[in-house]
C-alpha cells in the first residue's frame, strides 16, 4: 500500500479512537479542515512539520503515529 494512504487510515482511525469529528480535530491542531482531509484520504505529501501538528493533537509520540503505518 502507499504510505500516503496508510499514513491517511492511521490518523483517521486515530481521529475515531478519540471521538474528533475532521472539523474538530483540525482546529485543535491548527490546520485547515480541506487539508486535513487530504491528508486522511491519502492524497498529500504531508510535510513533517505537520505530521508533528497531528502527533501533538493525539499525544502520541512520532514512533506511535506511525506504528502500523506500512
Known amino acids: 500500500m502507499e504510505i500516503k494512504k496508510s499514513f491517511g487510515i492511521r490518523i483517521q482511525e486515530l481521529r475515531r479512537e478519540a471521538g474528533y469529528s475532521q472539523e474538530k480535530f483540525s482546529l485543535l491542531i491548527d490546520m485547515d479542515r480541506t487539508y486535513y482531509a487530504s491528508v486522511e484520504k491519502g492524497k498529500r505529501n504531508i510535510s513533517l512539520v505537520n505530521i508533528k501538528k497531528i502527533a501533538d493533537g493525539f499525544g502520541v509520540s512520532l ?4 506504528n502500523r503505518v506500512e
Open 63 to 66: 514512533s506511535e503515529l506511525f
